[in-house]
């Protein structure tokens, strides 16, 4: 099968600073494909690859097979929403949807009839004679998704789009960002630094740092198997174990990840694992009550139900969880 998108060792240089550097992926049609990474990581700058905004210093890309070194935006099958969405504000919103068929020679009636539907589509119908000063942050972040998707892309890029948007309507965003991916069956590659959003959208997630993929796989894989030490405290909160520990524990591991919510407080059943420490702060979060243990100097985050009892500060307490829990992983 085609890729959507392929890169084969692609760099982004400027001067001294590699960006990109040497990345290889593969973008398959009709997924939901995330880039994740702190500011800087080369996820951004692999997005401006993608939609022809930037050239590769070096290597090969492809869209839909066809190679897109030296191909202009607007001649690439993909369109690009912005985290600060890029509208009109003198053009009313049917006028904004409608402007990429209009530079396209598109006639009036054909284009207004479109941009209606695409309106319609990220449930904004009736808004179209509004300006983008009259809408609220969540309305124009559909605007933008609209104008987008009226062009009929084959690949949608999404660049931090809800970066702007308040925690509970960014939540509901997600839901309907995925819903529609869903129903229109089109390659979107999303890039954002806020790792629940790529955990709760993407079928396959890439980890960028330093201009490089520290991991790509599913969001399951990202989350419970971490290879490198960056990912299991990038994406969630990780105990990133030492090589005495997992030695303690019996794992020949260099280094091993073990997720909060996976320790539980209490003696260890015959087919658990267990470490002895002494707690040192807990916190209340709701859901969840967060105890930090000091485990003969290797301290040990647990996440439990808030229903359950926590000890108090200073209280020696047992850790007990499941050998599959211990994830090895790369020591660097």
Known sequence: MTAAVLFENVSRHFGAVKAVDAVDLAVTEGEFFAMLGPSGSGKTTCLRLMAGFEQPTGGHIEIFGETAEGVPPYRRSVNTVFQDYAL??????????????????????????????????????GYGQRRPGQLSGGQRQ??????????KPKVLLLDEPLGALDLKLREQMQEELKTLQKSLGITFVFVTHDQGEALSMADRIAVFNDGKIQQLGTPEDIYKRPQTRFVADFVGSSNVLSSATCAQLGITAGAASLRPEAVTIGAAGADRMSLSGTVIARSFLGAVNRVSVDCAGEKIIVANPASLAVPEIGATVTLSFERGDVHAMEAA
């Open 88 to 125: 009109f504000p003198h053009l009313s919103i049917l006028d904004n949807v409608a402007y990429g068929l209009m530079v396209k020679g598109v006639g009036r009636e054909e284009r207004r009839k479109a941009a209606e539907d695409a309106l319609s589509m990220v449930k904004l119908p």
């Open 142 to 151: 559909r605007v933008a998704l609209a104008r987008a998707l009226v062009n």
